[in-house]
């Protein structure tokens, strides 16, 4: 390797860092491992197709970490003139390129290595540059070209294994806070005197966005993404490329070519309520390299975010809203229609009531969701039903035309509850009976005595019923009898029952719960006297219905009992 140029003599004790502008550029860096996205924004500029980053630890202690592309490389004059002067850049003027101060490589000092590696190789020429911590440096070129084009900068410094894998830890934290969205591949592997080698690991992902719903927009190099804030702090763990805060809340993030120059939870005031992603060439960054600048291109991007916004959210929720409301009717995870329906009802970008779809345990006039408009119609007397499946009850309500909501988790119940007022739900299973008859009750003799002598009993102490018989019930149970109209299938409402002179008259069946354990004994005993066996169960059931009986119904009574011996 012959010497091309030595700015420094080799012999010579190094010397300690220096202060002047160099160290303060290296100091303006909030995160000192920000020196990646400096490199790694050089390949791209650089036309790499590919980058991969890798720690290394050596048996010495000596660690390594490597930055390595496939771009176009570096000539002599780029290194002598924009790479090694401050405050050059190759890249002015050039709208293309992310980079503009030409002082983003000094960032490599800010983990203070003790000497920095750039190997570079164009088409024609090839270098090695060593760059110290005082500042000065070597260049030097290499007996044999390499083959390949490319460059590669290794940082190296002393560090034990446990401060290596801190290092090695914050450097893939960083790339992945600072180019994650990266348009090539970038790779991140680690290794170390132990042999431990860890699996190459993919940095760079697709620009998603944390949130119950989102519209996109391109035009030209430029890409938004946007959705609401409401709803997002119910959806699941982020996904890859989601990565936009983990309290749900507002969220902006502007990038230039993929890499981040800022994301904020304090986001313009214009885009309150909403979480958004640009990416665009005509954004910059801010010298400190923590901030995008807030000049006229940057306005113009808000204002597309927000018309982006106002143009397309509404409708796009409302849409996503049923296809999910389908899905869930259908028996899938409800997790993400939670977040839609709590980004339905609040917010800037709310849905009106009869476009916010819900999903239903069982199909009414052939559709299985219903409008939130329309639900509340039905609803307004006997209140919303909801139920967590289709069951028996659910669908007896929904052949009479009464939908019933599907509501199967506690995320769901609170969100439902927010949107349709929580004293307008009622459980279908805790409010109703379904009352079918036992198909078995009118085959023994002994059931239809023992219902005749129960509905003679209960006429004769004023009980205008039209019938008893014995019913298999589903949902609020519990009773011993129910009162409801019906023939074959009947629904009672448990709800606050009515005085038993209201509810036992006219047309009303009183349905005997054949689970119940006093009626299983009262049939049980009407096999050999169910006159007896009837009698009894009446006077228990009056008895419940409104306390001790006057004497004169208790004649009436047992008038019935001696009218039914004979």
């Given at each position: 390797?012959?010497?091309y140029?030595?700015?420094?003599?080799?012999?010579?004790?190094?010397?300690?860092?220096?202060?002047?502008?160099?160290?303060e550029?290296?100091?303006?860096?909030?995160?000192?491992?920000?020196?990646?996205?400096?490199?790694?924004?050089?390949?791209?500029?650089?036309?790499?197709s590919?980058?991969?980053?890798?720690?290394?630890?050596?048996?010495?202690?000596?660690?390594?970490?490597?930055?390595?592309?496939?771009?176009?490389?570096?000539?002599r004059?780029?290194?002598?003139?924009?790479?090694?002067t401050?405050?050059?850049?190759?890249?002015?003027g050039?709208?293309?390129?992310?980079?503009?101060?030409?002082?983003?490589?000094?960032?490599?000092?800010?983990?203070?290595?003790?000497?920095?590696?750039?190997?570079?190789?164009?088409?024609?020429?090839?270098?090695?540059?060593?760059?110290?911590?005082?500042?000065?440096?070597?260049?030097?070129?290499?007996?044999?070209?390499?083959?390949?084009?490319?460059?590669?900068?290794?940082?190296?410094?002393?560090?034990?294994?446990?401060?290596?894998?801190?290092?090695?830890?914050?450097?893939?934290?960083?790339?992945?806070?600072?180019?994650?969205?990266a348009?090539?591949?970038i790779r991140?592997?680690?290794?170390?005197?132990?042999?431990?080698?860890?699996?190459?690991?993919?940095?760079?992902?697709?620009?998603?966005?944390?949130?119950?719903?989102?519209?996109?927009?391109?035009?030209?190099?430029?890409?938004?993404?946007?959705?609401?804030?409401?709803?997002?702090?119910?959806?699941?763990?982020?996904?890859?490329?989601?990565?936009?805060?983990?309290?749900?809340?507002?969220?902006?993030?502007?990038?230039?070519?993929?890499?981040?120059?800022?994301?904020?939870?304090?986001?313009?005031r214009?885009?309150?309520?909403?979480?958004?992603?640009?990416l665009?060439?005509?954004?910059?960054?801010?010298?400190?390299?923590?901030?995008?600048?807030?000049?006229?291109?940057?306005?113009?991007?808000?204002?597309?975010?927000?018309?982006?916004?106002?143009?397309?959210?509404?409708?796009?929720?409302?849409?996503?809203?049923?296809?999910?409301?389908?899905?869930?009717?259908?028996?899938?995870?409800?997790?993400?229609?939670?977040?839609?329906?709590?980004?339905?009802?609040?917010?800037?970008?709310?849905?009106?009531?009869?476009?916010?779809?819900?999903?239903?345990?069982?199909?009414?006039?052939?559709?299985?969701?219903?409008?939130?408009?329309?639900?509340?119609?039905?609803?307004?007397?006997?209140?919303?039903?909801?139920?967590?499946?289709?069951?028996?009850?659910?669908?007896?309500?929904?052949?009479?035309?009464?939908?019933?909501?599907?509501?199967e988790?506690?995320?769901?119940?609170?969100?439902?509850?927010?949107?349709?007022?929580?004293?307008?739900?009622?459980?279908?299973?805790?409010?109703?009976?379904?009352?079918?008859?036992?198909?078995?009750?009118?085959?023994?003799?002994?059931d239809?005595?023992?219902?005749?002598?129960?509905?003679?009993?209960?006429?004769?102490?004023?009980?205008?019923?039209?019938?008893?018989?014995?019913?298999?019930?589903?949902?609020?149970t519990?009773?011993?009898?129910?009162?409801?109209?019906?023939?074959?299938?009947?629904?009672?409402?448990?709800?606050?029952?009515?005085?038993?002179?209201?509810?036992?008259?006219?047309?009303?069946?009183?349905?005997?719960?054949?689970?119940?354990?006093?009626?299983?004994?009262?049939?049980?005993?009407?096999?050999?006297?169910?006159?007896?066996?009837?009698?009894?169960?009446?006077?228990?059931?009056?008895?419940?219905?409104?306390?001790?009986?006057?004497?004169?119904?208790?004649?009436?009574?047992?008038?019935?009992?001696?009218?039914?011996?004979?």
């Open positions: 390797m012959s010497v140029r030595q700015s420094r003599d080799k012999s010579a004790t190094p010397k300690a860092p220096q202060e002047g502008p160099v160290a550029m290296v100091r303006q860096f909030a995160d000192p491992y920000a020196f990646l996205r400096e490199l790694v924004q050089n390949a791209i500029d650089a036309g790499a590919a980058i991969d980053v890798r720690a290394e630890l050596g048996t010495d202690n000596e660690a390594s970490f490597t930055v390595s592309d496939n771009g176009s490389g570096m000539d004059a780029t290194i002598e003139g924009p790479l090694l401050l405050f050059r850049s190759s890249k002015e050039d709208d293309s390129k992310i980079g503009r101060y030409g002082v983003g490589f000094v960032s490599v000092f800010a983990i203070q290595p003790e000497v920095v590696i750039v190997t570079t190789s164009t088409a024609s020429e090839s270098w090695v540059l060593r760059l110290f911590p005082d500042h000065s440096y070597e260049l030097e070129q290499p007996s044999e070209r390499s083959a390949s084009q490319g460059t590669s900068v290794r940082l190296v410094k002393r560090a034990p294994l446990t401060e290596f894998n801190r290092h090695a830890a914050a450097c893939e934290a960083s790339l992945r806070r600072w180019c994650r969205h348009p090539i591949p991140f592997s680690t290794a170390d005197w132990q042999g431990k080698e860890s699996a190459s690991v993919r940095i760079d992902r697709p620009m998603g966005l944390r949130a119950a719903v989102s519209v996109t927009h391109s035009e030209g190099a430029e890409h938004f993404i946007v959705g609401p804030t409401a709803g997002s702090i119910l959806l699941a763990p982020a996904q890859p490329g989601e990565e936009d805060g983990t309290d749900g809340g507002d969220f902006a993030g502007f990038y230039n070519r993929g890499l981040m120059l800022m994301e904020t939870d304090q986001v313009p214009p885009l309150r309520g909403l979480r958004c992603k640009v665009s060439p005509n954004l910059q960054h801010t010298i400190s390299r923590d901030d995008v600048r807030r000049n006229d291109a940057f306005d113009r991007v808000v204002d597309q975010v927000l018309s982006l916004a106002r143009a397309r959210l509404r409708g796009e929720l409302a849409l996503r809203l049923k296809e999910q409301a389908l899905l869930v009717a259908s028996g899938a995870q409800d997790t993400h229609y939670v977040a839609l329906i709590a980004a339905a009802w609040t917010g800037e970008y709310k849905v009106d009531a009869d476009e916010i779809t819900l999903a239903l345990t069982d199909a009414v006039d052939g559709s299985t969701v219903a409008s939130v408009s329309s639900i509340l119609w039905a609803g307004r007397d006997l209140g919303v039903l909801v139920a967590p499946s289709s069951c028996a009850l659910s669908a007896a309500f929904a052949s009479r035309g009464h939908p019933v909501v599907r509501c988790s506690d995320a769901l119940t609170s969100g439902l509850a927010a949107l349709l007022h929580p004293a307008a739900m009622v459980s279908v299973s805790g409010a109703f009976v379904l009352l079918q008859e036992d198909g078995t009750a009118g085959a023994v003799p002994s239809r005595d023992f219902c005749d002598a129960t509905h003679r009993a209960l006429r004769a102490a004023g009980a205008s019923l039209e019938r008893v018989t014995i019913a298999r019930c589903e949902g609020a519990g009773a011993i009898a129910f009162a409801a109209d019906g023939q074959g299938v009947g629904i009672c409402d448990c709800r606050a029952p009515k005085p038993w002179w209201k509810r036992w008259r006219g047309r009303t069946t009183l349905w005997l719960d054949a689970d119940n354990p006093i009626v299983r004994e009262a049939r049980s005993r009407a096999t050999f006297d169910p006159s007896t066996a009837g009698i009894l169960l009446a006077r228990l059931l009056l008895l419940h219905a409104r306390g001790v009986m006057d004497p004169r119904a208790h004649d009436r009574l047992l008038a019935a009992w001696h009218k039914g011996d004979s």
